[in-house]
């Protein structure tokens, strides 16, 4: 591991570079999550059910993987900024909208609106999932940064963690006794995109366009921030407007990916790692790569999820979880932060 | 010299003997709630029976209803409640007090997710049931400990690493269970919840004998090492000076703390929080006046037992009692952190 990071440490690669490649590497990703399934297609199907034609049971089966597909990208880039912006703010190693708690609190607003308000579309509850998103990111920052030494990692993480628990247990809680809406209750646990249509992925669009351009917007002056509030306060930037700014840029992604997807972890927290790894620690290199390479991630994990349990598949919250929480063990072993 | 010295002695002797009676007290007091709990449970709940009637069902006589609704409705369930509660209780306090941290409980680092799921797997992917599947848990509880333990111990020591290796691993032990259930042929929630936050709704007199054995097996070990873990708690050169065998403790703790948990996850599912709450309640209770284990176990029967009653009766709709007990839970573990964070010392 140790030859493995020095031998891709940052700027050894130019980032256009980078970029270029892991584009490459989605369009490549894209093919696969098109072309693999329970289904068998050929190239003549790909293409034909690209043309947008249904005639037969290959092409349908096509013309049902391309919002799939497209969900999977959208989703993965946005966790990818989500979490980008999120360590960059905490300047913490851990920060990932699955851990912190804000994936599962957008569930929870959705499942109150659900059962209590009778919200049935989409179109109300992307509102739910964002505000639920936002508030579960202020009340876990704000419950870790109480105390002298401020939001250590571990305090982040053991917030988190407990928000979660007491979440889901209101989750059940309500979900429980409703026996018409019970079943849904496990896409509430585990995050997938296998329900996907295009009416929800145009739904949550704007929202996640306004966030990618909020976090584009923000990422220089994160910069700033990274040398620290003091330096930051002198070179004359707002410290407080920037984390404002960058929280609500990382809260939209979160909450409305959530909203279509339901809860999905560790995204937000190995893509910006590896990143970083890779083109150092400029936000602006870090974002664009983590967007390209959150999609990357979430299409593999998917193509994986559906190869692994064929004939059925596997959510891909659930990869996820498989491939991200081996990762958080080793940056826990790897990290020397002071509250380890 | 004497004289002066007899007054503080004295002294001494009267502020052990007050100690010590302390500790009895709450030590009677939490038995008498248990025991309130038992017969509260037994005879009110959607009918009343006279404690009468439940004295006789209990003593092997057939009384026309009660014998249906206590003999064959309550007392599994309260029965296993007791004995699941206890050995969560015992189990996640001698975590702690092994860990010196309260937050290094079963339940936050891993372990009865790792039971719990080996569980399901035994359930769903083998056909096993009864003893076997505790078996099964038992070792892969243990599996997970050692895992845990051997990735956070770095230059001899672990720290808050192990409760942050924990966490990791627990969400990806969630994930295993979450998908072993999505593979089950049928998503029964019932079925589902009890593994999701714990449940004693499937609960069968059947279960007991084993919950039995393992609360009177492992319990006494551990209780037999309270002596020897108070003193672990001084650090271990410490109590290696004064004669403790820390290695040898510590394996047998761990493993009867492990057992306990595996048996109890699988029978009833990890029932949240119940583990990390009844330590830091015991220690507050008895504050200081001798080994906390067995008022924490007398402490997760009442957690188990009441959860179980509110979720039950107390509310509008039945819950399963881990919903009680997470929704308790979760909320004290946040004003833990924020009151050790004010007093400025760091978790």
Redesign the interface.
Known sequence: MKFLCTYFSANRFPPMMLIGCSAVLLIIMCTLSISIGTRVVAWQDIINGLMGSVATMEEASVAMRLPRTLLALLAGSALGISGAIMQSVTRNP?ADPG?LGVNIGASFFVVIGLVWFGLSQMSHYVWLAIFGAATTALFVHV??A????GA????F???G???S??I???I??VV??RNDI??S??SW??GGVGGATYGSITLILPFLLIGGLLSLTVARKLNTIALGDDVAMGLGESVTRIRIHAWLAAVLLAGATTAACGPI??VGLVVPHLCRLLVGIDNRWLMTLSALCGANLLLAADVLGRILARPSE??V??VT??I???F??WI??RQKVK?? | MTTAINPIEQRLKQARKQRAWRWYRVVGFLLILVIALLLLTLSVGQSITPLSEVVAVILGEQVPGASFVVGQLRLPRVLVALLVGTSFGLAGAAFQIMLRNP?ASPD?IGVSSGASAAAVFAIIMLNMSGGSVAVFSIFAGLMVTLTVFG??F?HGSA???L???G??????L??VI??L??QAQS?D?QE??RW??GSVNSAQLTQVPLLCISVAVFGSLLLSRSKDLEVLRTGDETAQALGVRVNQTRLVVMLSAVGLIAVGVATTGPI??VAFLSGPIAVRLISNTGSALLPAGLIGACLVMGGDYIGQFLLP????V??VT??L???Y??YL??R???K?G??
């Open positions: 851990l851990l419950i870790s109480i105390g002298h030494d250590t990692p571990l305090k993480a053991l917030a963690a407990a928000t628990i007491a889901s247990s209101f059940m809680a429980l006794p019970a079943g209750v496990q646990q585990i972890g560790f596997l959510s919250g659930i979880a498989f991200g929480a081996p958080f063990i826990v072993r509250a380890l | 937050l936050i990735l956070s770095k720290g808050t690493r409760i942050l290796v966490i990791g691993m627990a969400a990806m969630e994930s979450a998908y259930l999505s998503w929630l589902a919840m999701l936050t949240a929080f709709n039945r819950y399963p881990g919903v997470g929704a839970g979760a909320p573990l946040i952190m924020i050790t964070n004010r400025g760091s978790l």
